[in-house]
């Protein structure tokens, strides 16, 4: 089974600043709302976690080891979607759709640059099939990797516009 935990909240989430892999903290709520959640997820047993390298991942991560004492790997497959020059600036719809329509003019990553990292690091998980994983990572990645676990297609497929919640929890079987 995989456990996919989303970072506690950054400023950059409150005030709706977009993120990417600019690296953040978790602000007062965010520490709080990690430290709730390892407790929730204490008497779980992981064999592995799996952690974004971005600081607020692991700062997430910290208070869930604190109950868990199995490997932790850190991974920069699992980062957040690169947004290039529209991080760390409040955004308007049209210009994510100006953005989505082509990254690589804002110095970003493309679907297919994202789905292929991703698809890397699920591979890699193939060793650990039967096991229980925790990944605590970041809300875009919880949408590539839930596109690809329920064998989607990427090109016909449209990912979801699903939003997760900051220390949200969603499991999936594999």
Not at 78 to 87: F, N, R
Not at 129 to 134: A, F, P, Q, R, V
Not at 135 to 146: D, R, T
């Amino acid at each position: 089974m995989i456990y996919l935990v989303r970072h506690g909240e950054t400023d950059f989430n409150k005030f709706h600043v977009s993120q990417g892999r600019t690296d953040t903290s978790l602000n007062s709520k965010g520490l709080e709302q990690a430290k709730t959640l390892s407790k929730k997820l204490k008497d779980f047993k992981y064999d592995v976690i799996f952690c974004s390298s971005l600081t607020r991942a692991k700062q997430t991560c910290d208070y869930i080891t604190k109950y868990h004492k199995c490997p932790v790997f850190y991974d920069d497959r699992i980062v957040e979607v690169g947004k290039g020059s529209l991080e760390t600036h409040i955004n308007t719809m049209e210009t994510y759709k100006k953005f989505f329509a082509n990254p690589h003019e804002f110095g970003g990553e493309s679907e297919e640059d994202v789905f292929k990292r991703v698809r890397s690091f699920l591979k890699d998980l193939k060793k650990y099939k039967g096991k229980e994983i925790l990944i605590i990572s970041h809300g875009g990645m919880y949408k590539y990797i839930k596109h690809i676990l329920e064998k989607k297609d990427e090109k016909k497929d449209p990912l979801e516009k699903i939003d997760m919640d900051n220390c949200g929890v969603v499991e999936f079987k594999f």
